[in-house]
Structures are given as structure tokens and as C-alpha cells.
């Protein structure tokens, strides 16, 4: 099972929106350096929205090219579209992607059956250990514990992202899946407090800006060290929140531009953090300890 501090990796790219490979290559080796347990490739933080199937892939194969084994690679896969998906997880399957991340159907808003049939039809489809993601205040579909607790039960699906920031889901999901099943945190604010209450790591766009930081947190609250965890998530704090100051993966890639990590590429319609967020975002950096 793979623990503790996962990184959402940005996806960099030139000012015409290219992806940028040396960057990519760089990015991964300042994570590996750090500590980052895990790397996510081409997860929503990597503009996996924006990017066609072949980028994607080739996004996927060259994370894990450049990772050459160091350090595990959870490859995003998902899609609103049940044969897309399954395209995008035998692609990351084949580049040989420890497992996978599917954000649940976006725009669509399938039932509750439909989740689970939607997922899985994928994991018996590719023969990879697959991770839910559920994040409703971007898709407009709520995974609810019910469902996923019965999707813990398909074989190759392993876990599941909840960023929903709601805590009691945790302890239901913790519950009903069992300790087999593993639960990361989507959300960096309450990150920490999942951890605490039995989550297996967090999935985070902080650990962008914070690698080192985010590893030292998420280790201590996995050794059930609250009184170091939250000293150092109270560090972190404005950081959390200044990151989510205009849609994500915004702010995160500016952040990494401001710091010399990337270009000021991004693919519209997302734009660059306009200028009134910066000098915020810029002090929570500061406060942070990242420039």
C-alpha cells in the first residue's frame, strides 16, 4: 500500500502551453530528493483535462521514465467516459504505472449505480490497482461512502481520494472498507485530521510547493504524533488556503514559477493568477518557508 505524502504533480508547460519535458524531468527529481512518497501523473492538478489522450500517455510514460523505479507513480486515468477511461488505464497500465487514479464521471452526474458500474467496468477491464477519487466541488458528482465502501469490495480497486474535506466520511469509508482499503485525504486543509483519524496519506497540491514540509507532516501524523503534526500543518496553514485562492492548478503553478520550478505555461480556459492574488499567495509562500 502506498503511504503518506503523495504529490498531485503540476503538469509543466512552455508559455504556448507544450509540455515541458525537461521541466517534468526536474520536477520529479526535486521530489524524489525530498522525500514525496508518491507521485500522481496527470491527475486534475495536471491539467489532465486539457490534455489529449496521446499527451497523457505520454505525460504517464515519461514521469515513470524519469521516476526509473525510484519512487512509485500513480498514473490519472479517469474520465467522463467509461471507454476513455479504460484506454487511459490500460495506456498507464502498459507504461507500467504502480497504479491508477479515476476522478469520478464529471458533467455527466450518473447515479449512484452508475458509479459503480462506471468503475467497476474499469478495474475488469485493466488489471492494475485502481484509486477513486471523489471530488464533488469540481465534477458535480458526490461518491458517497456507501458506494465506495461497496466498490472496496471489486477487485483491483484499492482505495480511494476523498476531498470533499468532510472527516466523518473517513471514519464511514475506515469502517466499512476496512484497513485493507487505503484512504488518502484530497483536501490539504483537513489533511492532517484525516491522517490522525486513520487516513493512509494525503493526495496534495501543497506538496508542490512543500515537499519536505508535507513529508515531515504526514509522517508524524501517521505515527500518531499530533502535537508534532499539527505544529506543522499550522505552518503550512495559509498555504493550504492561498493555493485554492483561484481554481486550481492556478496557483500551484504559479507558486512553482515564482519559486524558478516552471515556465508560465498553462492551457486555457485556465488562465495565470491575476494580479491581485499574487502578493497573498506570495506571503503564504514566505510564511511557509518557500521563497
Given at each position: 500500500?502506498?503511504?503518506?505524502n503523495?504529490?498531485?504533480?503540476?503538469?509543466?508547460?512552455?508559455?504556448?502551453?507544450?509540455?515541458?519535458y525537461?521541466?517534468?524531468?526536474?520536477?520529479?527529481?526535486?521530489h524524489?530528493?525530498?522525500?514525496?512518497d508518491?507521485?500522481?501523473?496527470?491527475?486534475?492538478?495536471?491539467?489532465?483535462?486539457?490534455?489529449?489522450?496521446k499527451?497523457?500517455?505520454?505525460?504517464?510514460?515519461?514521469t515513470?521514465?524519469?521516476a526509473a523505479g525510484?519512487?512509485?507513480?500513480?498514473?490519472?486515468?479517469?474520465?467522463?467516459a467509461?471507454?476513455?477511461?479504460?484506454?487511459?488505464?490500460?495506456?498507464?497500465?502498459?507504461?507500467?504505472?504502480?497504479?491508477?487514479?479515476?476522478?469520478?464521471?464529471?458533467?455527466?452526474?450518473?447515479?449512484?449505480?452508475?458509479?459503480?458500474l462506471?468503475?467497476?467496468?474499469?478495474?475488469?477491464a485493466?488489471?492494475?490497482?485502481?484509486?477513486?477519487?471523489?471530488?464533488?466541488?469540481?465534477?458535480?458528482?458526490?461518491?458517497?461512502?456507501?458506494?465506495?465502501?461497496?466498490l472496496?469490495?471489486?477487485?483491483?480497486?484499492?482505495?480511494?481520494?476523498?476531498?470533499?474535506?468532510?472527516?466523518?466520511?473517513?471514519?464511514?469509508?475506515?469502517?466499512?472498507?476496512g484497513?485493507?482499503?487505503?484512504?488518502?485525504?484530497?483536501?490539504?486543509?483537513?489533511?492532517?485530521?484525516a491522517?490522525?483519524?486513520?487516513?493512509?496519506?494525503?493526495?496534495?497540491?501543497?506538496t508542490?510547493v512543500?515537499?519536505?514540509?508535507?513529508?515531515?507532516?504526514?509522517?508524524?501524523?501517521?505515527s500518531?504524533?499530533?502535537?508534532?503534526?499539527?505544529?506543522?500543518?499550522?505552518?503550512?496553514?495559509?498555504?493550504?488556503?492561498?493555493?485554492?485562492?483561484?481554481?486550481?492548478?492556478?496557483?500551484?503553478?504559479?507558486?512553482?514559477?515564482?519559486?524558478?520550478?516552471?515556465?508560465?505555461?498553462?492551457?486555457?480556459?485556465?488562465?495565470?493568477?491575476?494580479?491581485?492574488?499574487?502578493e497573498?499567495?506570495?506571503?503564504?509562500m514566505?510564511?511557509?518557508?518557500?521563497?
Amino acid at each position: 500500500m502506498i503511504q503518506g505524502n503523495v504529490v498531485a504533480l503540476v503538469t509543466p508547460m512552455h508559455a504556448d502551453g507544450a509540455v515541458d519535458y525537461d521541466a517534468l524531468r526536474k520536477l520529479v527529481e526535486w521530489h524524489i530528493d525530498q522525500g514525496t512518497d508518491a507521485i500522481v501523473s496527470v491527475g486534475t492538478t495536471g491539467e489532465s483535462a486539457t490534455l489529449d489522450e496521446k499527451e497523457h500517455c505520454e505525460v504517464i510514460a515519461r514521469t515513470l521514465e524519469y521516476a526509473a523505479g525510484r519512487i512509485p507513480v500513480i498514473a490519472g486515468t479517469g474520465a467522463n467516459a467509461t471507454t476513455e477511461a479504460i484506454r487511459l488505464t490500460r495506456c498507464a497500465a502498459d507504461s507500467g504505472a504502480d497504479a491508477c487514479l479515476l476522478v469520478t464521471p464529471y458533467y455527466n452526474k450518473p447515479t449512484q449505480e452508475g458509479l459503480y458500474l462506471h468503475h467497476r467496468a474499469i478495474a475488469e477491464a485493466v488489471d492494475i490497482p485502481q484509486i477513486l477519487y471523489n471530488v464533488p466541488g469540481r465534477t458535480a458528482c458526490d461518491m458517497l461512502p456507501e458506494t465506495a465502501i461497496r466498490l472496496s469490495k471489486v477487485e483491483n480497486i484499492v482505495g480511494i481520494k476523498e476531498a470533499t474535506g468532510d472527516l466523518d466520511r473517513i471514519t464511514a469509508i475506515r469502517e466499512g472498507a476496512g484497513e485493507n482499503f487505503a484512504i488518502y485525504s484530497g483536501d490539504d486543509a483537513t489533511g492532517c485530521e484525516a491522517m490522525l483519524r486513520g487516513a493512509n496519506g494525503v493526495i496534495s497540491v501543497t506538496t508542490n510547493v512543500m515537499p519536505a514540509a508535507m513529508k515531515r507532516l504526514c509522517d508524524a501524523a501517521l505515527s500518531g504524533d499530533r502535537e508534532k503534526a499539527e505544529a506543522t500543518d499550522a505552518l503550512l496553514a495559509p498555504l493550504h488556503q492561498k493555493l485554492f485562492i483561484e481554481s486550481n492548478p492556478i496557483p500551484v503553478k504559479w507558486a512553482l514559477h515564482e519559486m524558478g520550478m516552471i515556465g508560465e505555461g498553462i492551457r486555457l480556459p485556465l488562465t495565470w493568477l491575476s494580479e491581485p492574488c499574487r502578493e497573498p499567495l506570495r506571503e503564504a509562500m514566505r510564511q511557509a518557508g518557500a521563497l
